[in-house]
């Protein structure tokens, strides 16, 4: 069993909420434009992280981080990614990704908007977490926080951290 602390956009703001949430996970992980590698060696100390870049995100960023990340995680298929598209209309690189990794959970960031749905024509569970962030159009700062065990994704929670 794996807590998960998912994030994203956070355009290098450290949230000063988001050790009381991520701590109590097993893994952090952001979705990108992560903003500066002084944010992933602080997200780091509260937890391991797993990262993939954003569009903001700069060289020693793209440098540390992949455009994408898939991996398996308690039995779950992960694809980490910043830009998907809108579901289930996802970019053409996306729709690769799924067809040949075929994830039971889709992650993505870039909208600033939280949200999460089952896909059916892909078969793929879509998560964004929204912006942990100040910067972007987004009025509520938000993350996500879920189990992931034996093959089921569990005990999701949508956590507002306040406004921006």
Known sequence: MKRIGLISDTHSYFEEKLPKFLSECDEIWHAGDIGS??????????????????NIDNTSIRKEYPEYHFF????????????????????????ELIQKHKPKL?????????????????????????AAGNHG??????????????????????IELGKR
């Open 37 to 54: 590698l002084e944010l992933c060696d602080k997200l780091n100390k509260i937890k391991p992280l797993k990262a993939v870049y954003g």
């Open 72 to 95: 398996t995680c308690e039995n779950v298929g992960v694809l980490l990614i910043h830009i998907a598209g809108s579901m289930p209309k996802y970019n053409t690189q996306v729709l």
């Open 106 to 130: 889709l992650i993505c960031g870039h909208s600033h908007i939280a949200k999460v749905a089952f896909d059916k024509a892909n078969n793929v569970l879509y998560m964004n977490p929204g």
């Open 137 to 158: 159009f987004h009025q509520i700062k938000t993350m996500l926080r879920f189990t992931l065990e034996n093959g089921d994704i569990k005990d999701l929670e949508l």
